[in-house]
């Protein structure tokens, strides 16, 4: 595992997961907890964003670094659905769909890597949408109090449907690109 910046930044979103997770154990007030952990997942957010863009720029790219960083964005995004859904600011079923997706795809992407047509179902523009959508709803739903008039828990929640409509719109297109290897290979 090579130890570079990107890489560190990874580890250091997979160890938000606890704080985004722990705070709402913890005795504060509701707010002390929506605020710690909002931030936590806007840090989290962030790095993401930083760790790719500096391990194109320092030319620091590898293969572990591009294994760990969907893994930890796709455990960030899974422990903040479960959270939200214990305390009843997300609709289980919604949360069950973006995960179930998230393993899914990262099934087929392991798969179609394997047989060497990899590239067909790499991150598409729709992907990175969903990734936004996601981003955006998620932090909303943690922070749960409203900002002056902006009622924010109601625009989390549209914006988890939104990020819920564009994750099955992912989904199909991903399995639409691997359904001539999928078809090939099951005959």
């Known amino acids: 595992m090579p130890l570079n910046i990107p890489n560190l ?7 938000l997961i606890p704080v985004v997770v722990g705070v709402f154990y913890l005795p504060l007030t509701a707010a002390e907890q ?25 030319n620091q790219t590898s293969a572990f670094g591009a294994f ?12 903040a659905l479960v959270m939200l859904v214990e305390l009843n600011r997300a609709d289980a079923i ?10 899914a795809i990262s099934a087929l992407r392991e798969w179609m890597a394997r047989i060497g047509a990899g590239r067909s179902v790499a991150v598409s ?19 749960n109090m409203p900002l002056g008039p902006v009622d924010v828990h109601l625009l989390g929640t549209w914006s988890l449907w939104i990020a819920v409509v564009l994750t099955l719109w992912s989904m199909v297109y991903y399995l639409q690109k691997a359904w001539p290897e999928i078809s090939a290979r099951s005959r």
């Open 9 to 15: 930044l990874t580890w250091a979103r997979i160890l």
């Open 34 to 58: 929506n605020i710690l952990a909002t931030g936590a997942f806007l840090v989290a957010a962030i790095t993401d964003w930083i760790d790719g863009w500096l391990a194109r720029k320092l």
């Open 68 to 79: 760990l960083d969907p893994v930890a964005d796709k455990l960030m995004v899974a422990a």
């Open 94 to 103: 919604l949360a069950f769909i973006i995960i179930g997706r998230e393993i």
């Open 125 to 143: 523009l729709i992907g990175k949408l969903k990734t936004i959508a996601q981003m955006t709803a998620i932090p909303m739903l943690l922070w």
